[in-house]
Nanobody
Framework: QVQLVESGGGLVQPGGSLRLSCAAP????????MGWYRQAPGKQRELVAT???????NYVDSVKGRFTISMDNAQNTLYLQMNSLKPEDTAIYYC?????????WGQGTQVTVSS
């Protein structure tokens, strides 16, 4: 069983930055896919970014150039650096670890972008 603990959300003004963390104290085995999803009020959960165990990354078009996903393998911690935040980035952000055939989800952290 892998338990994920998220942190780093909060309230930030438009144009500001936040860094989300997702700690996985349990074992993470390769190959894996790790990612960040978000869900805004009244909307479906959407994929924001993914990182494979080989290091390749992928982003939804709306965050390209602003968000960076990374993984500290020594600390078993996933990050999402979010810059130039916009009000439309407001959502609950969830981390995901996929180690076939299982998916493990974090508890979610609220990000609110507002002046």
């Amino acid at each position: 069983q892998v338990q994920l603990v998220e942190s780093g959300g909060g309230l930030v003004q438009p144009g500001g930055s936040l860094r989300l963390s997702c700690a996985a104290p349990g074992s993470i085995f390769r190959p894996y896919v790790m990612g960040w999803y978000r869900q805004a009020p009244g909307k479906q959960r959407e994929l924001v970014a993914t990182i494979l165990s080989g290091g390749s990354t992928n982003y939804v078009d709306s965050v390209k150039g602003r968000f960076t996903i990374s993984m500290d393998n020594a600390q078993n911690t996933l990050y999402l650096q979010m810059n130039s935040l916009k009000p439309e980035d407001t959502a609950i952000y969830y981390c995901l670890v996929h180690m076939a055939p299982m998916n493990y989800w974090g508890q979610g952290t609220q990000v609110t972008v507002s002046s």
